[in-house]
């Protein structure tokens, strides 16, 4: 009885004394998460088997990867919340205070106050078709632009029993690509090389302290910068009207002159302004890597020559990489584009002109073709304005990286024709706001008169174009554009029935333009006028056999 006992008395002694290192173990391991009592960790280890410094190094180490992470999360967020507003003051500034007009409410468009400044931005539709009903309607005329694919195949097929004889056509309006690179090219060299060796030139001889040295340079070499726009306006116009080349081609060879003139312009008007306004001191000659402050790095003016801008900048706000995908739709869609054009052209609007002159012709027959010109020639403008404005330059902006690609804002929203003209072709318009608007603006200080210049600067090189690629003079647009256009402008009118009669009137427009430049192309039945300027300047379809009774 004693010894039982005293076994158990022994047995609970030696209980308590675990008991008790266990409790001090808690309590070592309580204070370990503090960083306090260490020399308890090897009975922590021997119980539990674990090392808490090895646990505690890496528990660091996670605390500092989350704190990492959290950063950069919180900068990524930061970035896109400011890019965010960014963009939404962007729009805003297009727009004013809303206000309440029948129910309905307006947005008055901002006028533009200052130079063009570069922004990271999409293009409209771009944004648009995030929308998936705007994408449904994006589809929708994908589509029909297949389906006119097939039946154009079919057509052919049936009535020439050639599949592609549309195609056929196609490649001859852009026949003689050769020719066409011939003429190019010496552009591209002299807008590009010529234009910007003159330019640096200018900069270093004119770092002279003689006054009248800097007065002679810089007339030669305003001189020289005339003589070789003037070059580049007219030296392809005499090839293009000596060897005759189609259509499509000489209007190839037409828009890129434009944008030689327009592009080397641009570069000499912002740098030239940077060359006039520094100071010509002997320190300047002394240090020649001065030189590029004033003229910048042939790189820049490369890139800029084939950036989808008009209006010069040492640097534009770039994407972080190129999406080939973005890239091959844009061009895919450009040739389906093209392709649904030359439909319409083929199918709806050659029939009305295919016989022109050999019958004679009523003033019925020209309203009747008037008015059956308005819908091709609308679809027609609408197809030209999403390829190029929209598929080229979306294209090689991706391939450029260039990151502001609002070629176009919401023209389709305008209430004026003003409004339309300053949303249509962003790309132009500011090319005129910058060189010509701001320029007259501070030449003269008359508004009206700078607006005048912009618009009578626009009329007459649209006329250009048709006038050059086509090889006929009949100043339709010119009438339209810089007459009526200008006219209408004064007007500002708001609420849905503006949108539609702005409508109505370009259509209109649109309409009228085809069909007389309709008639003219295919007058080559009719007699003439017998004598070379005549035959020049005159319309030839007015020599055709005209009747002035209305049938």
């Known amino acids: 009885m004693s010894s039982g006992t005293s076994s158990m008395t022994l047995r609970k002694r030696v209980v308590n004394r675990e008991t008790s290192k266990i409790s001090e173990?808690?309590?070592?391991?309580?204070?370990?998460?503090?960083?306090?009592?260490?020399?308890?960790?090897?009975?922590?280890?021997?119980?539990?088997?674990?090392?808490?410094?090895?646990?505690?190094?890496?528990?660091?180490?996670?605390?500092?990867?989350?704190?990492?992470?959290?950063?950069?999360?919180?900068?990524?967020?930061?970035?896109?919340?400011?890019?965010?507003?960014?963009?939404?003051?962007?729009?805003?500034?297009?727009?004013?205070?809303p206000t309440e007009n029948g129910g309905t409410v307006e947005f008055k468009r901002k006028r533009r106050t200052g130079p063009k400044v570069f922004v990271h931005q999409r293009s409209l539709l771009t944004e648009l078709l995030d929308s998936k009903n705007i994408r449904a309607i994006h589809n929708f005329f994908i589509s029909v632009a297949i389906f006119f694919l097939a039946q154009s195949i079919s057509l052919d097929l049936v009535e020439h029993g050639n599949p592609f004889e549309n195609f056929a056509i196609i490649l001859k309006h852009f026949g003689n690509f050769t020719m066409v690179v011939q003429i190019v090219l010496p552009m591209l060299l002299v807008s590009l090389v010529f234009v910007y060796l003159s330019l640096y030139?200018?900069?270093?001889?004119?770092?002279?302290?003689?006054?009248?040295?800097?007065?002679?340079?810089?007339?030669?070499?305003?001189?020289?910068?005339?003589?070789?726009?003037?070059?580049?306006?007219?030296?392809?116009?005499?090839i293009l009207y000596s060897i005759r080349m189609p259509y499509a081609s000489s209007a190839m060879v037409i828009c890129e002159q434009i944008r030689y003139l327009m592009k080397t312009h641009a570069f000499v008007r912002e740098n030239a302004a940077r060359v006039l306004g520094s100071p010509n001191c002997p320190l300047n000659v002394q240090h020649p890597e001065n030189i590029d402050i004033q003229c910048p790095g042939f790189s820049k003016y490369l890139y800029?020559?084939?950036?989808?801008?008009?209006?010069?900048?040492?640097?534009?706000?770039?994407t972080n990489h190129i999406r080939w995908h973005f890239v091959g739709s844009n061009f895919l869609q450009f040739a389906l584009s093209l392709l649904y054009t030359n439909f319409i052209f083929s199918r709806l609007l050659y029939p009305h002109?295919?016989?022109?002159?050999?019958?004679?012709?009523?003033?019925?027959?020209?309203?009747?073709?008037?008015?059956?010109?308005?819908?091709?020639?609308?679809?027609?403008?609408?197809?030209?304005?999403?390829?190029?404005?929209?598929?080229?330059?979306?294209?090689?902006?991706?391939?450029?990286?260039?990151?502001?690609?609002?070629?176009y804002t919401d023209w389709w929203n305008a209430y004026s024709y003003l409004s339309f003209y300053r949303t249509w072709n962003i790309v132009v318009y500011d090319w005129l706001y910058n060189y010509v608007y701001i320029d007259v603006m501070r030449a003269t200080r008359s508004r009206i008169l700078s607006y005048m210049s912009v618009f009578f600067l626009s009329a007459v090189f649209h006329e250009?174009?048709?006038?050059?690629?086509?090889?006929?003079?009949?100043?339709?647009?010119?009438?339209?554009?810089?007459?009526?256009?200008?006219?209408?402008?004064?007007?500002?009118?708001?609420?849905r029935a503006a949108n539609i009669f702005m409508f109505q009137g370009i259509f209109t427009g649109l309409g009228i333009m085809t069909s007389f430049y309709g008639q003219e192309m295919f007058a080559g039945q009719c007699p003439g006028w017998g004598d070379y300027w005549q035959d020049l300047l005159l319309p030839r379809s007015w020599t055709c056999n005209f009747n002035t009774t209305v049938h």
């Open 353 to 407: 002109f295919k016989d022109f002159g050999t019958n004679q012709l009523t003033i019925s027959f020209i309203i009747s073709t008037m008015i059956s010109c308005i819908l091709p020639a609308t679809f027609m403008w609408f197809l030209v304005f999403f390829s190029f404005l929209h598929s080229w330059m979306n294209a090689f902006a991706e391939l450029l990286r260039f990151a502001d690609r609002r070629f």
């Open 464 to 495: 250009y174009i048709i006038i050059a690629a086509v090889r006929i003079f009949y100043p339709v647009m010119l009438i339209l554009f810089g007459g009526c256009g200008l006219i209408m402008t004064g007007f500002n009118p708001r609420g």
């Open 25 to 97: 173990g808690d309590e070592t391991m309580s204070d370990s998460t503090t960083g306090c009592n260490s020399t308890t960790f090897p009975y922590f280890q021997q119980h539990c088997g674990v090392n808490l410094v090895e646990d505690d190094a890496k528990f660091n180490e996670f605390r500092s990867r989350v704190a990492a992470a959290q950063q950069q999360c919180t900068e990524k967020m930061d970035h896109s919340v400011t890019e965010m507003v960014r963009r939404i003051v962007d729009d805003l500034s297009v727009l004013s205070r």
């Open 201 to 238: 030139s200018w900069t270093i001889f004119r770092l002279t302290e003689n006054k009248t040295h800097q007065f002679l340079i810089d007339l030669f070499y305003l001189a020289l910068y005339v003589s070789t726009q003037f070059g580049i306006l007219i030296v392809p116009c005499c």
């Open 304 to 318: 800029f020559h084939f950036a989808p801008t008009l209006v010069y900048r040492d640097n534009y706000p770039r």
